[in-house]
């Protein structure tokens, strides 16, 4: 099945600064790849989808300005978290939808972020 | 109301016991639906698709009642590899947007020894 990296994943910084997670596709074109958060014992929601080569589109309640979103090339995507929080720690999950088959989206293995 | 419920659980079965899992979405136009599992602090990972004429994977079969707007996961002879939770995932259709995966919190399956 098609593979879907994600990096780092796991990281602890102060509050304060940013965190840059990236999403790659290894063996297909991800044309929209999808940034969910899932804190412990909650369901994952879904953030922002990411579109190649345009400006994602964020789901309410969910800053753009915060959570910046970079898809320019179609197998990769980053989530950078800027001025981070302890109320950012989660478990961020990116997904990436194989262009060939339209419903299948094939996740990253996360990364866990710990703001202290 | 949530736009995909299901019970959290836990449910703790023996080994070999036959375990059925419900979930219920809202919105009557939903398109596409799954059941994914999500073991311990991973990501999670696709099971089956649930189609209108039901569907069986091994010891796994999926149903869908559309008329109900639910859908259910029947695991059979439970292995204790099959403790996970079990994420029902919608895909709605909001008149446009499509393709945004919709979870429910996950069912928690803990098979014992």
């Known amino acids: 099945g098609a593979v879907v990296s994600q990096h780092p994943s796991r990281v602890i910084c102060k509050s304060g600064t940013s965190v840059k997670i990236e999403c790659r596709s290894l063996d297909f074109q991800a044309t929209t790849m999808f940034w969910y958060r899932q804190f412990p014992k909650k369901s994952l929601m879904l953030m922002a989808t990411?579109?190649?080569?345009?400006?994602?589109?964020?789901e309410q309640g969910v800053e753009k300005d915060k959570f910046l979103i970079n898809h320019a090339s179609l197998t990769l995507s980053t989530l950078t978290v800027t001025s981070a929080h302890p109320e950012d720690s989660s478990f961020y999950i990116c997904s990436a939808r194989d262009g060939r088959v339209t419903e299948t989206q094939y996740f990253g293995p996360g990364t866990r972020l710990l703001v202290l | 109301r949530k736009e995909v419920e299901q019970d959290p659980g836990p449910f703790n079965v023996p080994e070999g016991a036959t375990v059925a899992f419900n979930c219920t979405y809202s919105n009557s136009a939903s398109q596409s639906f799954f059941w994914y599992r999500q073991d311990c602090r991973k990501e999670p990972k696709l099971l089956m698709s649930v189609y209108s004429s039901g569907n069986e994977d091994g010891r796994f079969t999926a149903q869908l009642n559309r008329a109900s707007q639910y859908i259910s996961l029947l695991i059979r002879d439970s292995k204790l590899s099959d403790s996970a939770t079990y994420l029902c995932?919608?895909?709605?259709?909001?008149?446009?947007?499509?393709?945004?995966?919709?979870f429910g919190t996950g069912t928690l399956l803990a098979v014992q020894p």
């Open positions: 995932v919608v895909i709605p259709y909001y008149g446009g947007a499509t393709n945004k995966l919709i």
């Open positions: 990411s579109n190649e080569g345009s400006k994602a589109t964020y």
